[in-house]
């Protein structure tokens, strides 16, 4: 769609060279949400592609995710033997309602700026532990941990100006065993419920539990519970406020779905345990 209200596009190149951020102004990276509706509020665009950030890079404790990379950069990459985890990339991409030519543009970065209860990159970034590493307006760095980056329906703790640099996916966090559950009301549809359990070399159980509530919510147990147990567990701590409703699923059907996905993860993640 054209943006017919744009005057101005930005092109900068270093961080020093980002404008003053004032009102009307926007970020571009892929634009596949920007170019999707009109957006009469803005009046320019700061394109983040001649930033040339490098897609992902992996350190001694660390896998960075630039807020630029594409989905198809993302499912391309070729992950170390002992990421045991690596499945979980291709999973939560494939869990995106887009097509081929939007993962080609779509970006990492973008999904976690949008919000939504079933961005699928929130998904797989707040289980792998991910950090946010956010440029901030007026100079300087902040780093939020996924999981509480998102804190509703397309709310989030960006403040006016603010910019996700990278994301961080500590490589422990790749190591661990994972198992993933994914559910939509039409065979191919938004996802209603995405639950992605992992366990640590210690035994700790992490649920991520997303799409089904409006901002990711994490469990911790020190080692796999029992089905009792985990019921009790997410019933006390996902309060009937906390599940979304939309038209891809009411939240009393998001509740049984959350519930019963973590069950076949607690199974799963327990019959590899044993193994």
């Known amino acids: ?9 930005a092109h900068p190149q270093t961080r020093c060279d980002l404008p003053a951020w004032t009102a009307g102004d926007a970020w571009l990276a892929g ?22 950030w490098p897609a992902l890079t992996i350190t001694d404790d660390h896998l960075s995710i630039a807020a630029t990379c594409t989905v198809a950069q993302l499912d391309g990459f070729a992950c170390p033997p ?13 869990a995106f309602l887009a097509s081929f030519k939007i993962w080609k543009t779509a970006t990492v970065g973008g999904n976690l700026c949008m919000s939504l209860p079933a961005g699928p990159m929130i998904s797989l970034t707040s289980a792998l532990d991910g950090v946010c590493i956010i440029w901030k307006a007026g100079g300087g760095e902040q780093k939020i941990p996924v999981v509480d980056f998102v804190t509703g329906n397309q709310r989030n703790q960006l403040a ?6 990278q994301i ?12 993933f559950r994914q559910i939509s009301l039409a065979p191919i549809g938004r996802s209603a419920a995405l639950l992605i359990g992992s366990l640590d070399g210690d035994g700790t ?4 539990v997303t799409a089904s509530t409006v ?14 147990a985990l019921r009790a567990a997410i019933e006390q701590q996902i309060t009937d406020e906390q599940y979304h409703t939309d038209i891809h699923g009411k939240p009393l059907w998001r509740r049984h779905m959350t519930l019963r996905l973590a069950e076949e993860i607690r199974g799963e993640l327990l019959e590899a345990k044993l193994s």
């Open 82 to 94: 002992d990421w045991l985890a690596a499945p979980l990339i291709g999973q939560c991409c494939r």
């Open 205 to 208: 159980l992490t649920l991520t």
């Open 31 to 52: 634009g596949t949400w920007l170019f999707s509706e009109p957006q009469v509020h803005l009046r320019r665009l700061i394109d983040l592609t001649d930033l040339k």
């Open 1 to 9: 769609m054209d943006l017919n209200t744009i005057t101005t596009v």
């Open 160 to 165: 006016p100006g603010d910019l996700i640099r």
């Open 168 to 179: 961080d996916l500590p490589i422990a966090a790749l190591k661990r065993r994972t198992a």
């Open 215 to 228: 901002r990711p919510i994490q469990l911790s147990f020190s080692k796999v519970p029992d089905a009792n």
